[in-house]
């Protein structure tokens, strides 16, 4: 828990000539070289900051552990859903297969009765009918009858020898995965003890240090350290991206018009990156996106905080464990505890686009891994010390921070 769990996305272009072995060798030895890269970034934002500490930091561990926990749970709940699929499959199987054996079976009787009769008829079998004299045409179309005959009951039998086979074999499939299921079922109550125990840790340690959270947030030099953190922090990330092959880029979604929120005037002058004239496929959604969580906008950019100074994105006033959505696709770049910030995800929407997703009770998506737009990626709450629940949101271009809601639709 105390690790960061920092990872940058791997590399998506791979020569079509390597096979699934190396290609697996060679995407370790990457990840291999992106977490001593990581380790050395990690190094440098801590370096400046010598002893000085955040009593914040003593939520850090139960607030990661609440969010891993969730993200297994949520894991685990979609294999569970997979597994039942599948099982329910296997058993629709099994009983287009008993409905087809019953057939053969009924079909293999008939035959069985023809025979009977065409034998009572002929007076024996095929070579009985043949040595008793009787009209050549008459014995050569018998025999043609019996011998057809004798040709489906055989292929009967061994079509309802097969599917005796294959029922035994889909009544094992079916035994594994009713097993799977049970596993993943006592996973999930694993998972949720230990997030119980977490959310218990949580409350504990935020009684005791309450009021010591509530005095340091007041002081205006540790918000200016937060946010230097954040900003060393995704320069960091972006000298990182810089090393590593870009990702494919994602077609721009449509998105659908939205009302927006009203706009107040800056309160406070934040400095504010010039997006004009930048192209790619995050740029064509200016003016189109959804704002990350359904919510109050309790914190505008630009506007004064109750701390001091003034808000570098948006802070989106919402229930716990409310879903957060990614505004655009991208990659996940960055998803693990920062002071000042709880359990922060960061994701990469290339030409330097970032979007910021902080004070998360959860992190359901991990560093490396693709976010389509619209998908869930975190649940709302109030981690890091924040005194409400609520999402902290920001969106910046080559490390600058601006406004949000110049992006959103209205």
Do not use: C
């Not at 050569?140 to 057809?148: G, Y």
């Amino acid at each position: 828990m105390k690790s960061w769990l920092l990872l940058l996305a791997l590399p998506a272009a791979v020569a079509m000539a390597v096979g699934p072995a190396e290609r697996k060798v060679e995407k370790q030895a990457e990840l291999k070289e992106v977490k001593e890269r990581i380790e050395d970034l990690r190094k440098e934002l801590t370096k400046s900051e010598g002893s000085r500490s955040s009593v914040a930091d003593q939520l850090r561990e139960a607030e990661s552990a609440i969010s891993t926990a969730n993200r297994r749970l949520k894991e685990l709940g979609e294999s569970r859903a997979e597994t039942r699929a599948e099982l329910a499959e296997l058993e629709s199987q099994q009983q287009r297969l008993t409905q087809q054996t019953a057939s053969q079976q009924a079909q293999l009787g008939r035959l069985l009765r023809q025979q009977h009769h065409a034998d009572t008829a002929g007076g024996g079998d095929a070579l009985q009918t043949l040595i008793k004299g009787r009209d050549p045409n008459l014995a050569a179309r018998d025999w043609h009858f019996l011998t057809l005959l004798s040709r489906a009951k055989a292929e009967l039998i061994r079509s309802l020898s097969a599917a005796a086979a294959e029922k035994r074999q889909l009544a094992g499939a079916a035994r594994v995965k009713a097993e799977e299921i049970a596993r993943i079922e006592a996973r999930q109550q694993e998972e949720r003890a230990t997030l119980m125990a977490s959310m218990r840790e949580r409350q504990a340690v935020l009684a005791r240090i309450a009021d010591h959270i509530r005095v340091q947030r007041r002081e205006i030099d540790t918000l200016k350290r937060d946010e230097q953190r954040l900003g060393k922090l995704i320069d960091g990330l972006a000298k990182l991206a810089a090393k590593m092959p870009r990702r494919k880029p994602a077609k721009a979604p449509s998105v659908a018009p939205k009302g927006g929120e009203p706009r107040a005037a800056p309160a406070h002058p934040v400095r504010e990156a010039d997006t004009a004239g930048t192209g790619g496929a995050f740029a064509s959604l200016r003016g189109k996106l959804k704002l990350p969580v359904k919510g109050t906008l309790a914190g505008r950019f630009g506007t004064a905080r109750a701390e001091g100074g003034a808000w570098k994105g948006l802070f989106i006033r919402a229930g716990e464990g409310a879903e957060v959505r990614a505004v655009a696709a991208g990659r996940v770049v960055f998803a693990d505890w920062l002071r000042g910030f709880g359990n922060l995800l960061i994701i990469d929407h290339d030409d330097g686009f970032l979007s910021v997703y902080g004070n998360n009770q959860s992190l359901l998506r991990q560093p490396g891994a693709d976010a389509r737009a619209g998908e869930v990626v975190a649940t709302v709450g109030n981690s890091g010390g924040n005194p409400e629940s609520g999402l902290y949101f920001e969106l910046r271009h080559r490390g600058q921070v601006f406004d949000p809601m110049k992006w959103v639709a209205r």
